[in-house]
């Protein structure tokens, strides 16, 4: 089969890394797997999947990636594959638009990476996504709570008998088996300060400012790593409560990293509070380095951590706090819940993603 992935990056994210790892693995056999990026900004991510033999395709650099020009410029690759597989709204959506335009025969695969989306809270735009969405030959929810949820918002609908799960996984070895990285060094920390790590873009969703004042409540040597790039505004507003609470000299943010795997071995603590996830690679990625893990209490987060990491209510800063402090005065309990994390993870490696994949377009 030839198999096109659509997606609008390979900016730093969930659904871009999951394109690093799972594509070299479906391009075997008689199989042939291209990426296809509306944007095509070069990135680490771009390198380590053309080093890979995986052929990326791009429209432009810095676009719009809502250009309707895209619908047209997509024409050409639809007659080329037998399965079109798209990532992110814009994919989704102009995907089977100039499916309808070409009369192309391929089959069309979308994935949900999130458990809700800004579009369902828009009623106008529920037109669009059912007749969208009609078009799919499958969707693929990333967590139970994901499909549940698409399942729900599609109701009674044809489609929603086309929605099943396949888990998001992560190369477990890579991160399980990492060296420890020299970021105490870069920072000039002490080698006893305590490294609370939180890898995440900043966006609305991932809500850094839990972290950053549950920091106002732990000890003098703990101190917060916020790794990521993303919304310029929402990291302002971040380093602005930084200040406010006078933690500068405790909360790092270190930006963009290539050493992910280094760094979340090298902290003692990592911790993602978002709002809400669909299935979260960065907290697989956390629990299989080996380290506790503690996430929000919320959907795409709960179902992953539940009964291995640590949940906190949403939100709830001073718990988070009390939880940290638990973890690092307490090294039994440390010790039980680094076990269930990495033991966790295990169960969400790349390798049972590509194969039911793999299975997927078969069925196709």
């Not at 305590?194 to 873009?201: D, N, P, Q, Y």
């Amino acid at each position: 089969m030839r198999i096109l992935h659509v997606i609008t990056s390979l900016e730093i994210g969930g659904a871009e890394k999951l394109m690093v790892d799972l594509l070299p693995r479906l391009n075997l056999g008689e199989n042939h797997v291209d990426l296809l990026l509306f944007n095509g900004t070069r990135t680490i991510f771009t390198d380590n999947i053309e080093k890979a033999g995986i052929t990326v395709y791009s429209f432009s650099k810095n676009t719009n990636v809502y250009n309707p020009l895209n619908i047209f410029r997509l024409i050409p690759y639809l007659k080329k594959y037998d399965i079109i597989h798209t990532h992110n709204t814009a994919c989704q959506l102009f995907v089977p638009i100039a499916k309808a335009l070409s009369f192309a025969k391929c089959k069309l695969v979308t994935t949900e990476h999130n458990t809700t989306n800004r579009r369902r809270g828009r009623w106008w735009f529920k037109l669009i996504d059912l007749w969208m969405y009609s078009k799919y030959a499958t969707i693929v929810g990333v967590a139970k709570e994901t499909t549940e949820n698409i399942k729900k918002y599609l109701k009674n609908k044809k489609s929603a008998n086309c929605v099943t799960t396949i888990c998001n996984g992560i190369d477990f070895n890579l991160f399980y088996n990492a060296g420890l990285s020299d970021v105490r060094q870069e920072l000039k920390l002490s080698g006893d300060t305590k490294l609370i790590t939180m890898v995440a873009r900043f966006d609305g969703q991932k809500n850094q400012q839990a972290l950053i004042r549950s920091a106002d409540y732990l000890s003098d040597n703990c101190h917060i790593l916020l790794v990521g790039g993303g919304d310029i505004d929402i990291k302002q507003t971040c380093i602005e409560l930084t200040n406010s609470l006078r933690l500068s000299k405790r909360v790092h943010f270190v930006g963009i990293r290539h050493d992910i795997p280094r760094l979340l071995k090298s902290s003692d603590i990592i911790v993602l509070s978002s709002h809400y996830e669909g299935l979260s690679l960065s907290s697989i990625e956390a629990m299989a380095s080996g380290r506790p893990f503690v996430a929000s209490d919320v959907p795409g987060l709960r179902e992953v951590v539940k009964g291995a990491g640590v949940l906190f209510p949403d939100g709830d800063y001073y718990k988070l706090a009390q939880i940290i402090e638990h973890l690092l005065s307490d090294k039994d309990y440390y010790k039980s819940v680094s076990t269930t994390c990495s033991q966790r993870a295990k169960e969400y490696d790349i390798n049972i993603t590509a194969n039911l994949y793999g299975k997927l377009y078969n069925n196709l």
